[in-house]
């Protein structure tokens, strides 16, 4: 074999062995990206969809800690519950609660994250302050607001009737009312920190010459606000809106915390009345079938995130 034989097969195999390399190189990326998934699956898979796969067999049951063995009884249990007063009164409240806290919260955030937007001095210590209700503990904040709202030494009475808006102290939590305002403003007290931060990421890559660029032009506020802002925080807004719908729909420590979903079952919304049924009443299979129509209260939310993510990824 000639030299140009051999330097001609070298030059052919080159690129062939270059080539197959890559290819094992991704390969083994892949797998060992699979790898890094499997502690995630693993746990998600022990954590929420054994106990949810429980919970769905459950509902087909009739099962209290009373009675010895479940009786399997079909669809009757969500026949029950879909004929029982007390289930869309809980459904009715949950609506309420959903929405009144995700408006509030969304737009008490977004008028923070334009004014933490502005520059001027103290904006960081300002920002970092404003964090602090999103990392305390959800349970301390409600025991926080129930000593604001307490019937007799409570923050909330001191203040009105200091500035004579009340003649006596209110019983603030022991009214429908009083409890409802209470709990919505306890949630939205903890959600404005974590909305602001996403409104806030948003502004931060916006042009602030087309802002300014516009101003020139002679748009008010509420133009720039209109015709620019929102516009593009469009994307993130409609992601803060699912994720602030799905975390309400969960809401169960605050509520409890602050309301024992009380007075008369006015702010006993589904994930009360889940753990009503199962740890106050024991009835397991009743509390599963609740359990099952409060997630698909949280799905058609939890559907629209997730496309809205697979559209971003794309």
């Not at 097969?9 to 890094?36: I, M, N, Q, Y």
Request: proline content about 5%; charged content about 15%.
């Amino acid at each position: 074999m000639s030299v140009a034989d051999l330097s001609g097969s070298r030059l052919t195999d080159a690129p062939v062995s270059a080539h197959a390399r890559r290819g094992g190189l991704k390969a083994g990326e892949g797998r060992f990206g699979v790898l890094l998934l499997v502690p995630a699956l693993c746990a998600f898979g022990l954590v929420v969809m054994w106990p949810f796969l429980q919970a769905l067999a459950y509902s087909f049951f009739e099962y209290t800690l009373y009675t010895p063995e479940p009786v399997w009884v079909g669809i009757a249990n969500f026949q029950k519950v879909l004929s029982d007063p007390g289930f869309w009164e809980s459904l009715t409240v949950t609506a309420i609660y959903v929405v009144l806290t995700t408006f509030f919260s969304i737009v008490l955030g977004f008028a923070w994250a334009l004014i933490l937007n502005e520059p001027f001095r103290g904006r960081d210590v300002m920002r970092s302050i404003s964090l602090l209700p999103w990392i305390m503990p959800s349970v301390v904040t409600a025991f926080l607001w129930g000593w604001i709202f307490n019937s007799r030494y409570g923050l909330l009475n001191y203040v009105a009737m200091s500035a004579d808006l009340i003649d006596y102290p209110q019983a603030w939590l022991s009214t429908p009312s009083g409890a409802m305002a209470a709990v919505i403003v306890t949630k939205v007290w903890l959600s404005i920190p974590l909305f602001m931060a996403f409104f806030l990421a948003g502004l931060s890559s916006m042009d602030r010459q087309q802002i300014e660029a516009a101003r020139v032009d002679g748009a008010g506020n509420f133009s720039v606000l209109k015709d620019h802002i929102i516009p593009h925080l469009r994307p993130v807004l409609l992601v803060v809106i699912v994720l602030a719908m799905i975390g309400n729909l969960q809401q169960f420590d605050t509520i409890w915390a602050l309301t024992g979903g009380g007075p008369v079952r006015a702010t006993t919304v589904l994930s009360v009345e889940v753990y009503r049924r199962a740890f106050e009443q024991w009835d397991i299979g009743m509390a599963a079938t609740v359990g099952v129509l409060w997630v698909a209260t949280i799905l058609p939310p939890a559907y629209f995130y997730l496309r809205q993510l697979m559209k971003g990824a794309d």
